[in-house]
């Protein structure tokens, strides 16, 4: 009988030690659960503040599916609310409320001008940006490289393209609050399809003096100076905008005023 059950004992350990090291593979995969291909990340990161982000994975890259929205620095340091027409600046740090107005911020998320989404990072071509700023841990503000790469993949996967390569912003472009347009193919044109990527754009729209485009327009930071940043250019850097008559992700063509409030989206290290 004891040569039995050690005969049976032999057979049935491996077996258990198996699907032991089987269940454990499958824990594993499940706490850690992400996309392999194009997909949304549910509750990828939290700000300083306890904000929590989803994410979507588009190429080789994850982007924030949501608008920066936090009032700290990853460190703890505080960004200053400042007033549209009285804190303007393009070295002092502001975050402001999309079209001047605090309840906007939940949807929204901030405006944060190029010294406060920096962290007063001069500037980075890189990619990846290597430039945190106002990015969690772990996240940082993307440079005009790193939004080329994302523009140039959407380009070659034809479900998110809308009448051609170039017209990707409806893939990006969230599915309500956009200005209606009759130009085909354009963000606010038939907005029930925009969002392909899950992206989910918002048209937060910028601060200069005044709140200017809610409702109308996206407009992002890069980490990326313009030209050689010397002279007049030094308080120039490079946006992205999404705007609701057109279909193209577009640069303005020489760059946006650092002292302008617009939206933050940060990428995964």
Request: charged content about 15%; proline content about 4%.
């Given at each position: 009988?004891?040569?039995?059950?050690?005969?049976?004992?032999g057979f049935a350990l491996?077996?258990?030690?198996?699907?032991?090291?089987?269940?454990?593979?499958?824990?594993?995969?499940?706490?850690?659960?992400?996309?392999?291909?194009?997909?949304?990340?549910?509750?990828?990161?939290?700000?300083?503040?306890?904000?929590?982000?989803?994410?979507?994975?588009?190429?080789?890259?994850?982007?924030?599916?949501?608008?920066?929205?936090?009032?700290?620095?990853?460190?703890?340091?505080?960004?200053?609310?400042?007033?549209?027409?009285?804190?303007?600046?393009?070295?002092?740090?502001?975050?402001?409320?999309?079209?001047?107005?605090?309840?906007?911020?939940?949807?929204?998320?901030?405006?944060?001008?190029?010294?406060?989404?920096?962290?007063?990072?001069?500037?980075?071509?890189?990619?990846?940006?290597?430039?945190?700023?106002?990015?969690?841990?772990?996240?940082?503000?993307?440079?005009?490289?790193?939004?080329?790469?994302?523009?140039?993949?959407?380009?070659?996967?034809?479900?998110?393209?809308?009448?051609?390569?170039?017209?990707?912003?409806?893939?990006?472009?969230?599915?309500?609050?956009?200005?209606?347009?009759?130009?085909?193919?354009?963000?606010?044109?038939?907005?029930?399809?925009?969002?392909?990527?899950?992206?989910?754009?918002?048209?937060?729209?910028?601060?200069?003096?005044?709140?200017?485009?809610?409702?109308?327009?996206?407009?992002?930071?890069?980490?990326?100076?313009?030209?050689?940043?010397?002279?007049?250019?030094?308080?120039?850097?490079?946006?992205?905008?999404?705007?609701?008559?057109?279909?193209?992700?577009?640069?303005?063509?020489?760059?946006?005023?650092?002292?302008?409030?617009?939206?933050?989206?940060?990428?995964r290290d």
């Amino acid at each position: 009988m004891k040569k039995i059950f050690a005969l049976v004992l032999g057979f049935a350990l491996p077996f258990l030690f198996a699907v032991s090291l089987s269940s454990c593979k499958k824990e594993k995969i499940e706490e850690n659960q992400e996309p392999v291909g194009d997909g949304l990340i549910q509750n990828a990161v939290q700000d300083y503040d306890g904000n929590t982000y989803n994410a979507v994975k588009l190429g080789k890259q994850v982007w924030m599916a949501s608008n920066l929205r936090t009032t700290h620095y990853a460190d703890g340091t505080v960004i200053p609310l400042g007033e549209m027409m009285h804190n303007l600046s393009a070295s002092t740090p502001y975050r402001y409320y999309p079209d001047n107005n605090s309840s906007t911020v939940g949807t929204y998320g901030y405006l944060y001008n190029f010294s406060a989404a920096t962290n007063k990072v001069s500037s980075s071509t890189a990619n990846p940006s290597g430039v945190q700023g106002a990015c969690p841990n772990g996240w940082h503000l993307p440079s005009d490289a790193e939004w080329k790469e994302l523009t140039d993949y959407l380009s070659t996967q034809s479900n998110f393209q809308s009448g051609g390569a170039a017209n990707i912003a409806k893939a990006l472009a969230s599915t309500s609050g956009w200005d209606q347009s009759s130009v085909p193919n354009s963000v606010g044109n038939n907005q029930s399809s925009n969002n392909a990527t899950g992206f989910n754009a918002l048209p937060a729209g910028e601060c200069q003096q005044t709140p200017n485009y809610f409702g109308g327009s996206a407009y992002f930071w890069t980490a990326t100076k313009y030209g050689n940043g010397t002279g007049e250019n030094d308080l120039v850097a490079i946006d992205r905008v999404m705007r609701y008559y057109e279909a193209t992700v577009t640069s303005e063509e020489y760059g946006a005023f650092k002292q302008n409030g617009m939206s933050v989206r940060c990428v995964r290290d």
